[in-house]
Structures are given as structure tokens and as C-alpha cells.
């Protein structure tokens, strides 16, 4: 397929399909691929300057009255999304031509928007020992994909999907970030902490574009923040992934000393992070399985997760839909 003579952006979108097939990373390429025809179905010879707020949501339209769902625009358009911040990670276009983000256009999943806020940072802090997540800043709902906008597609193409997402670096993580709904303002010191503000599900931190850990959490708050702590005692599996990285990328096996985990947390904090929100009524008793499937669909297709014992995957298990791989 000649994608140059198909215009600029279907150039860069064949160079990046390339690289995905050199990786045998066949299902995410399949989605590249099925996210250009669309977009070049609409727009022939597209170019980055022709794709504008205003011309997404043209194509939002379009694909709507072409009776394609929610989330197979969803998943066209995080694709787009994604080629543009690696033709503008290489300086090969402007930023300002970059439709996507706060004030500009939002992909259609998890459209929620924070609003900004005055925080009682003194009282939260005196309050709060995941100190880390309390910032006095706003921002959209970033790295965050609920399940219910996930559970029609293939495994392959839900992985697609969370590779796709927009990180957050997880030295950067806000309690702005985490709550699902409302406001810090609203939220009790006493009750921060509760559940129901931060949700529960699967999470997958990412060291560049390669995923490298998959972990689950009842309360994200809670999980996430302890990653941070780097004491040792046996059997308390919390920092699990600082071990992990301490034994594989600073070649310390056994148990660390408090000076490798620092130096194992300064390395994930440059992590991004994504989380998958498992918003349905057996969310409690899914956790586990949705965890495991995801895993299993990530190291279908890489080989950095520094989870073990994760096992085989079939072809025909990555064709499934997550919402019957959950059953």
C-alpha cells in the first residue's frame, strides 16, 4: 500500500503502521489502519492543516450518521490523535495546528471536565498522607477509560485503546486528576479517601509508548499513592512494582535497601499511567479478572511487562469482546 500518494497525514500514519507490524503488533496496526480508511473516506488526501476543531466535529457527525457507535469514533480518533503528537514529537509540524485537548476538541469517551477550584492545601496536607496527589491545579479527566466504553470492542482493539490513551506522568498525578465527579471543595477532609470518589479497576503504567506494569486497585487513591512507599517488609506486596524495577533495571535482586527504592521510584515516577474505570454493578467481583484479561492482551503484543506468570494467549482469546472475556 502506497500511503504517501494517499496525502500527509495517511504518510505518517503508514510509517507508524510499519513500525507496529515490524513489532508483531498486528491487532494495533489492524486499528491504525481501519482508523485512516475512515478518515480518508471523509477527506481524501488529508492533510494535518485540514483537521480542525470544527472539522472533527464534522466528522463526529458524519460517522454518527453513518451509524457507527460512540466508540468506534472514539477509537478512530485516539489513533489520529496519536499521530499528531508523534509528527509533533519530531518536529515535523507545528503545534499549533494540534486540535485535541482542553478548550479545543475532546474525543467523545469520558468527556467529563474538571473545573478549578480554590483547595485548603494546608488543612488537606495536615490531613492527607498521600500529600502527592494534592495540587492546586485542574485538569480534564486525562488517562482515564471506563469499561463500559470498552466492553463491545475485541481485546485487541482494547488494548489499542488504553495504549492510545492520554497518560498522565505519574510523578505529576493530582487528587484533581483522580475524582470521578464533583469537586475537591465538595469532598469532606475526613471522607477524602472514600471509594466512591476515585473508583476501582485495572491500571497500566507505561515507560514511553511500552507498557510495563498492570496492576488493580478497589480505591485508586489508595493504590496508586502506594506505590510510593519504598519500606520493605515481607510479604507486603504494595510496592511490588518498585522491586520489580529495582531488579530489572538497576540489576538489584533480592531485597533492596531503602537507597535502591528511592532510586526505583525516581524511575517510575517518570512512568504515565492509564486507568481503566470498571464502572459496572460487579465491578468488586471483576476486578480481578478484568486485570488479568488486560494483562494477557498487552503481553500478547509486547514483552516489556514486568509482571510475571501471566501465561499464553490464543488468538481467538484477543478476537473476544472484553464484556464475554468477563463473563
Known sequence: MDFRAMGEVASHYGNYILKLEAQDRIGTAGCYLSSLTSLLDYLPQLRFADITELELHRYEQWMKKKDNSITTTSLYLRCLRRIFNIAIAKKLIDRDLYPFGQEKYIIPIGRN???AVPIDTGELCAANRHYFFVKQEALSMRGLVKYSELAALSLREVVAVICDEERIRYGDLTLTDLLLEGTTSQIKVSDYQHPVHYGMGAYIFFDGDDPVYIGKAINFL???SSHRNIEIRPYWGWNVLLQRVCARRLNSYGE????????????????????????RPDAREKLSRVERVIMKGVKHQSATLLNTRIGRVQDDFLSQTLEDLLR
Not at 535497601?257 to 517518570?270: C, K, P
Request: proline share 3%.
Open 113 to 115: 471536565i474538571k473545573k
Open 222 to 224: 489508595l493504590r496508586l
Open 256 to 279: 533492596p535497601a531503602g537507597e535502591q527504592m528511592t532510586a526505583a521510584l525516581a524511575i517510575v515516577e517518570e512512568f504515565g499511567i492509564v486507568r481503566v474505570l470498571l464502572d
